[in-house]
């Protein structure tokens, strides 16, 4: 089959690479008709993220068709069409018996990498570098999804992939990032990042009754569709304006309820503390570069939380703790616990509630997926959402 | 106290490198911030090269002042001393940041210990399944290999006596008997080799209620002398080079056997191989009967 392959910092290249097998009973291998490029597939591309391996197949937001079920899958058969979730999740283990699905305690068979770098290890996730399992990705003809029996989702034939296909992350990641706002009634919403999980944090805090939502970025045709077609209230442009000052001057002084960081560990920042954090990460005494955290923090009113929706890796320095300490700031954060989501998403998709289809700007062939990733990373042609049709 | 410090010594000639050093960044940041910005990766912007062309401003100063000092020997040593001690601190804090986040990222072992007769691995993990049914499974030695990767078998000679075989170097195997020495059902299990036997272990598995129906929590301690010449190199092997590593492994897999009924298996398991799909599946699934 194709596959869409990483070979090291900005490099990807569409190869011929074995079918995939089931190799448990409890796997499925899916037919991929529409998988995406994720903000986070730049930071593999970028290289920023430990433990890839030249050759590893990228791609973690895929749906397709089932094609092969192992004898453990009771609920799906050959013919159906799903969406498949970017964590995998047994199922079975405290963590999933708690819906925390992202945090599975089964699913990484490498989790000794990941627990050298954060103590413990979350779920595996598809084509996501080896120490979150080192599975073979979705950018791809075919995929092996493990766990079939709990991650899958099936989806009525009268929605289009476009409406559908982000269910697998960035509409649960930006919803789940609004719900850990806890928006109350005249809420408040600042979004850091108008990418696609910052667009559908937007429209996410508005399903969740957020009175207004303020949304920052630097791009003016990204501002623009978080205006638009996300139903932004205000953006601000931080390369134009102050952003603690203009948020102060939005909300009566009082700062916003709630900060969404929909940016993570790339974030770009003007002047010297910009040029600090890119000298500490090239430099590797800081692996990723807070600029847009840190503002949130110190932008949010008092009393009020940060969620963290974008990824970071490693470590990063000057983090205002002492904002979050004496201000009593709540942070949340975490991968997203897909399987929680799909069910009532998919629901309000059907209902007409959200079409989560607007992000979408360019759709290519799983050939193109190399010129897709050097036309999001490098926003040119107003790349928002790239869909690749395998 | 006046200390004469002769020229040409390491701390001058530091001082005068650091000086010719200022001087040619600052040169640089002032004279092609742009060209600067690039090399470290920073963005080019106007901001960007008015903070550079600032910093560039000040490490001439730096340089000047290192360089221009009167060869007075006193202060020439406080002010070398004071330049190479900075630089020290900078280059200093620069390493202990890499160092402390390397150790923060390592993982200790629960406990490994050269004891006098060898060495002494512990290592614990928490099942979401009934401790009848976890220990049950432990209990019969012929599942163990399902999970232990570097065993091949165990063989149930009778109720208490078991003979396990473990993959050696280079497709040798090696082969000892064991007994267990203690039972009490759904408590613990020890178990001790056999006098004579080539590898010679013995340890315990303890289980327990984990609290709030979280399961069983589980504890293996493990004592094993390794035996001199080849077979030591292959028991060193059998371990690896950090056995409590090899088990913690070992207990992660029972857990995913016990919790979802199969082992989960990657298609990138090391960083030797890429996670792609492999063109024919290597090796035989470990699949164990377990009731779900």
Not at chain 1, 51 to 80: A, Q
Not at chain 1, 240 to 245: A, G
Not at chain 2, 276 to 281: D, E, H, Q, S, Y
């Amino acid at each position: 089959m194709k596959a869409n392959c990483w070979h090291g910092t900005g490099r990807v290249r569409v190869e011929d690479v074995p079918d995939p097998t089931i190799l448990n009973p409890r796997d499925a291998i899916v037919r991929i008709t529409s998988t995406a490029i994720c903000g986070s597939d730049l930071h593999l591309y970028n290289g920023l993220i430990p433990t890839m391996r030249s050759g590893d197949v990228l791609g973690h937001e895929f749906m397709g068709e089932i094609v092969e079920v192992g004898g453990g899958v009771g609920n799906l058969s050959v013919g159906d069409r799903v969406v498949v979730p970017f964590p995998i999740a047994c199922g079975n283990c405290l963590q999933c018996e708690r819906e925390l699905f992202s945090l599975c305690e089964n699913s990484n068979p490498n989790a000794w990498m990941a627990e050298k770098m954060w103590g413990y290890s979350p779920s595996g996730i598809f084509g996501y570098s080896h120490m979150l399992g080192g599975y073979a990705g979705g950018q791809a003809q075919y995929a092996r999804v493990p766990f079939a029996d709990v991650g899958p989702i099936k989806v009525p034939e009268n929605l289009t992939d476009e409406q559908v296909l982000f269910l697998s992350d960035i509409f649960p990641t930006g919803y789940m990032a609004a719900e850990n706002c806890n928006i109350q009634p005249g809420d408040v919403i600042a979004v850091w990042g108008c990418g696609p999980v910052g667009q559908l944090a937007i429209k996410s805090a508005y399903l969740l009754g957020a009175e207004r939502v303020i949304a920052i970025d630097r791009f003016p045709y990204r501002l623009r569709i978080a205006r638009e077609r996300a139903g932004a209230a205000e953006t601000i442009n931080y390369e134009e304006c102050d952003v603690r000052e203009t948020l102060r001057d939005l909300t009566g002084g009082r700062g916003p309820d709630a900060c969404i960081d929909a940016v993570g560990m790339e974030g770009h920042a003007p002047g010297v503390w910009g040029a600090y954090d890119k000298v500490k990460q090239s430099m590797m005494l800081e692996s990723d570069r807070p600029p847009a955290l840190r503002q949130a923090i110190l932008a949010c009113r008092s009393g009020g939380t940060v969620s963290v929706a974008g990824v970071y890796g490693g470590f990063v320095d000057k983090f205002p703790i002492g904002a979050i300490v004496n201000r009593a700031l709540t942070l949340k954060s975490g991968q997203t616990h897909v399987q929680r989501y799909t069910r009532p998403l998919l629901d309000r998709i059907q209902k007409g509630e959200v079409d989560p289809s607007f992000i979408i700007t360019h759709t290519m062939s799983l050939d193109e997926a190399p010129a897709g990733y050097e036309m999001f990373l490098n926003k040119e042609d107003e790349c928002l959402k790239v869909v690749l049709k395998a | 106290m006046h200390r004469y410090q002769r020229p040409g010594t390491s701390v001058e000639r530091l001082a005068t490198s650091l000086g010719y050093f200022s001087i040619g960044l600052g040169l640089a940041e002032l004279l092609a911030p742009g060209a600067m910005a690039r090399l470290i990766g920073i963005d080019d912007g106007s901001q960007q090269r008015r903070t550079l062309r600032a910093f560039g401003a000040r490490e001439l100063a730096n340089g000047a002042a290192i360089l221009g000092a009167p060869q007075d020997a006193n202060w020439l040593w406080s002010r070398a001393a004071r330049v190479s001690a900075a630089a020290a601190a900078v280059a200093g804090v620069a390493a202990l940041d890499l160092y402390s986040a390397r150790q923060l990222q390592q993982r200790r072992a629960l406990s490994r210990r050269e004891t006098r007769s060898g060495v002494l691995v512990e290592e614990t993990t928490t099942v979401n399944r009934p401790v009848e049914q976890v220990y049950a499974f432990w209990r019969r030695l012929e599942n163990l290999p399902g999970f232990m990767r570097h065993l091949e078998s165990v063989e149930q000679l009778d109720d208490r006596h078991s003979r396990w075989r473990a993959k050696g170097p280079a497709g040798t195997s090696v082969s000892w008997d064991a007994e267990i020495v203690e039972e009490r059902e759904n408590e613990a299990l020890s178990w001790c080799s056999l006098e004579g036997s080539r590898v010679r272990n013995r340890g315990t598995v303890a289980f327990g209620h984990a609290p709030g129906a979280r399961g069983t929590e589980l504890r293996v301690t493990m004592e094993y002398a390794p035996p001199a010449g080849s077979i030591g190199r292959g028991l060193a092997w059998l371990f690896g080079e950090e056995p409590s590593q090899q088990i913690h492994e070992d207990l992660h897999r029972f857990k995913q056997l016990l919790e979802t009924g199969e082992i989960s298996r990657s298609d990138g398991p090391s960083l030797r191989r890429p996670a792609r799909p492999r063109g024919t599946v290597a090796g035989k699934p470990r699949l164990a009967e377990v009731r779900r």
